[in-house]
């Protein structure tokens, strides 16, 4: 089950470097939008890896883990605040398990018996 992170990196950058290759001006959008939710001066940038860590979790993006794991703590993130962002995430993804149950029951209810 663990993976080899740096590897797993080294491999998503050539092959995002590779897609660039295929899709310049769509990659150009996407370096436009990351720079801007960057920039926005009101979130210091260990902030935003922590953000995107705990959303990573949520979308189960084992790249987006690598990179973003790296980048937290590049900007000097340490474990226990990667800890407190990921249980955030957790709960959040708890509490819309928790709402969908109502879902499910109206679902089953539904059906004719």
């Known amino acids: 089950m663990y993976l080899d992170w740096e590897a797993l990196r080294k491999d998503l950058r050539s092959a995002v470097g590779e897609f660039s290759q295929l899709q310049p001006e769509f990659m150009q959008g996407i370096k436009g939008m990351e720079k801007g939710a960057a920039g926005t001066g009101h979130l210091d940038a260990k902030t935003h890896e ?64």
């Open 50 to 113: 922590l953000i995107a860590l705990a959303v990573a979790i949520t979308t189960r993006c084992d790249g987006c883990i690598s990179v973003h794991a790296e980048a937290a703590a590049k900007h000097g993130a340490t474990r226990e605040e990667i800890a407190e962002a990921l249980a955030v995430a957790i709960t959040l993804n708890t509490g819309a398990a928790l709402v969908y149950t109502s879902r499910a029951l109206e679902a089953f209810d539904s059906i004719e018996k």
